[in-house]
C-alpha cells in the first residue's frame, strides 16, 4: 500500500490532508509520487495517521512503497 492508496482508503482528497495538517498541497501530491519523504512535526505526524486511519508501522511501509515507485518513475523519464 502507499501513500496514494491510504489517503483514498480514507476517503480524501489531496487538499484535506494538506488542509489538516497545514501543509502545501504540492507537499501531499510529492508524497504520492515519491519525489519526497513526510518531513513534519511528531503532532502532525499524529495528525497524518489520525487521518489515514492507519498505523505508524503502515505509514513507514507506505512511504516506503511511495518512494519505491517513484525511483521507478524517474528512472524511465
Not at 508524497?31 to 505509514?59: A, M, S
Request: aromatic share 6%; with cysteine; hydrophobic share 30%.
Amino acid at each position: 500500500m502507499d501513500m496514494k492508496t491510504l489517503r483514498e482508503r480514507a476517503q480524501l482528497r489531496t487538499v484535506d490532508i494538506a488542509y489538516h495538517i497545514g501543509i502545501a498541497e504540492s507537499t501531499v501530491r510529492n508524497w504520492e509520487k515519491g519525489r519526497t519523504i513526510p518531513k513534519l512535526r511528531i503532532d502532525q505526524f499524529g495528525k497524518l495517521i489520525e487521518l489515514y486511519g492507519c498505523t505508524f508501522d503502515e505509514l513507514q511501509t507506505a512511504v516506503k512503497k511511495s518512494m519505491s515507485e517513484g525511483e521507478s518513475n524517474s528512472k524511465k523519464d
